[in-house]
């Protein structure tokens, strides 16, 4: 199992206990809740993902030994839970490991049928652009 995989597995273990849809999407909020906003100077376009009905900055900075570091943030608090689960997952990963990871935990703690059209096409925009940041970084 790679890193990833071990993440996604801790995320759907922590929703585990959550029987109703209401008290995944409580955690979630307060996930998001807890997200340290960005630097006023980190709030640009550039930084902006484009494609989400919500606006999300995120930045992306690679370390000495080749890991990328994730900071985002949102202006809503379920869509910054649920891109801090997200950053979760690939936050400390080399490119291939980011470009291997094919996110499966949405689906398994029933978000991805939770969600609206339009934030699922931004949360795909998220993901997206998280896998093309070597064009940026690399």
């Known amino acids: ?3 990833a995989e071990e993440r996604q597995q801790a995320i759907i273990d922590e929703f585990s206990p959550f029987d109703e849809w209401m008290e995944r999407y409580e955690h979630i909020i307060a996930i998001g809740s807890g997200v340290a906003p960005l630097a006023e100077k980190e709030r640009v376009p550039e930084n902006l993902i484009q494609g989400c ?3 999300v900055w995120l930045v992306c900075e690679k370390d ?3 890991k990328f570091r994730f900071r985002a943030e949102s202006n809503t608090l379920i869509i910054s839970g649920i891109v801090a689960l ?3 997952v690939f936050d400390g990963l080399t490119y291939e490991q980011v470009e291997e ?3 499966f935990f949405l689906r398994e703690i029933g978000l991805a049928s939770h969600l ?3 934030r ?3 949360i795909k925009a ?3 652009t998280i896998k093309s940041l070597r064009g940026r970084n690399g």
Request: aromatic share 0%; proline share 0%; glycine share 8%.
């Open 53 to 55: 009905q919500s606006k």
């Open 1 to 3: 199992m790679s890193i």
């Open 64 to 66: 000495n030994e080749g």
């Open 86 to 88: 997200l950053l979760r």
């Open 126 to 128: 998220v993901i997206e």
């Open 116 to 118: 609206s059209e339009t």
């Open 101 to 103: 990871t094919e996110i």
């Open 120 to 122: 699922a096409n931004g």
